[in-house]
């Protein structure tokens, strides 16, 4: 019987990449959205094996319902075709994909090699992390940033009302 | 069977590296990409990218903390998706252009 965990984690780690890899390389706006929410999907299944049921939850609901909404609404409303192909310079279209590629190899091997080991990431392993606890310390510890929290997304629709009035 | 065995447990650097590379394709996206919907998609990756670190170290440390900046980046994020798309609407009704390259007043 192999273990689930690490099966679990490569397959919606896999689909995590693709579709960002996806949302790179789409034309059109409306395809590197639907990338863009498959992104999201994945990573909230790894948020729930991590033991985040809350943000897993959240992450389901904000990301992918409200704001993938807002942009799907706002690429109909300004009928955004797809890009016409303007040649970029020399230097990116060859090197560009060669240095990811390096960037990507750095950042795994200092990772690897500096992080300590420890003992690995199973389902259940922390489960201190549920709604009483968030709650819990979102409005004790944390009650100032909250509170902050609602000034700005008030200041934010008011500056969304303001932008998208008829004469600006 | 012909593959390595894998292990039990999923090792907190392999989040750490899927987190660096949604990262890096962020980045990637946002340098490469010329219509501005595309880039602002790709700043929100970043976003989750940084998000997928946070709830990994908050499993490792056992503290709930993590979670809870999580939390306060999504907030953050709903708010500037908000106003950045009334930017977006904003720029097409006076320019009729999505490409990054065509909006450069104050380039000169």
Request: aromatic share 12%.
């Given at each position: 019987?192999?273990?689930?965990?690490?099966?679990?984690?490569?397959?919606?780690?896999?689909?995590?990449?693709?579709s960002?890899?996806?949302?790179?390389?789409?034309?059109?706006?409306?395809s590197?959205?639907?990338?863009?929410?498959?992104?999201?999907?994945?990573?909230?299944?790894?948020?729930?094996?991590?033991?985040?049921?809350?943000?897993?939850?959240?992450?389901?609901?904000?990301?992918?319902?409200?704001?993938?909404?807002?942009?799907?609404?706002?690429?109909?409303?300004?009928?955004?075709?797809?890009?016409?192909?303007?040649?970029?310079s020399?230097?990116?279209?060859?090197?560009?994909?060669?240095?990811?590629?390096?960037?990507?190899?750095?950042?795994?091997?200092?990772?690897?090699?500096?992080?300590?080991?420890?003992?690995?990431?199973?389902?259940?392993?922390?489960t201190?992390?549920?709604?009483?606890?968030?709650?819990?310390?979102?409005?004790?510890h944390?009650?100032?940033?909250?509170e902050?929290?609602?000034?700005?997304?008030?200041?934010?629709?008011?500056?969304?009302?303001?932008?998208?009035?008829?004469?600006? | 069977?012909?593959?390595?065995?894998?292990?039990?447990?999923?090792?907190?650097?392999?989040?750490?590296?899927?987190?660096?590379?949604?990262?890096?394709?962020?980045?990637?996206?946002?340098?490469?990409?010329?219509?501005?919907?595309?880039?602002?998609?790709?700043?929100?990756?970043?976003?989750?990218?940084?998000?997928?670190?946070?709830?990994?170290?908050?499993?490792?440390?056992?503290?709930?903390?993590g979670?809870i900046?999580?939390?306060?980046?999504?907030?953050v994020?709903?708010?500037?998706?908000?106003?950045?798309?009334?930017?977006?609407?904003?720029?097409?009704?006076?320019?009729?252009?999505l490409?990054?390259?065509?909006?450069?007043?104050?380039?000169?």
């Amino acid at each position: 019987m192999p273990p689930i965990d690490p099966i679990l984690f490569f397959i919606f780690a896999g689909i995590a990449v693709l579709s960002a890899i996806s949302l790179v390389v789409q034309k059109h706006p409306i395809s590197s959205a639907l990338s863009l929410v498959g992104v999201m999907g994945a990573l909230a299944v790894l948020y729930l094996l991590l033991g985040a049921e809350f943000i897993a939850a959240a992450q389901l609901i904000v990301y992918a319902g409200a704001i993938m909404v807002l942009f799907i609404f706002t690429i109909m409303l300004l009928n955004a075709g797809s890009e016409h192909g303007r040649s970029r310079s020399r230097v990116a279209r060859y090197l560009g994909i060669p240095l990811f590629m390096a960037f990507i190899g750095l950042m795994s091997y200092l990772i690897q090699s500096r992080l300590p080991a420890t003992k690995g990431v199973v389902f259940g392993g922390f489960t201190q992390a549920g709604g009483l606890e968030i709650g819990r310390s979102l409005f004790t510890h944390y009650l100032l940033p909250f509170e902050v929290t609602s000034l700005l997304i008030l200041i934010a629709i008011l500056g969304a009302v303001v932008l998208a009035r008829k004469e600006i | 069977m012909p593959i390595p065995a894998l292990p039990a447990a999923v090792p907190l650097s392999w989040y750490l590296i899927l987190s660096a590379v949604l990262f890096a394709l962020g980045v990637a996206g946002f340098l490469f990409r010329k219509n501005i919907i595309t880039v602002f998609m790709s700043i929100e990756l970043m976003l989750n990218a940084v998000n997928l670190s946070f709830v990994a170290f908050a499993y490792q440390f056992k503290q709930v903390d993590g979670h809870i900046y999580a939390f306060f980046v999504m907030v953050v994020a709903a708010a500037e998706a908000a106003v950045g798309l009334g930017i977006i609407l904003t720029v097409f009704k006076n320019r009729s252009t999505l490409h990054i390259d065509e909006v450069s007043t104050l380039k000169n």
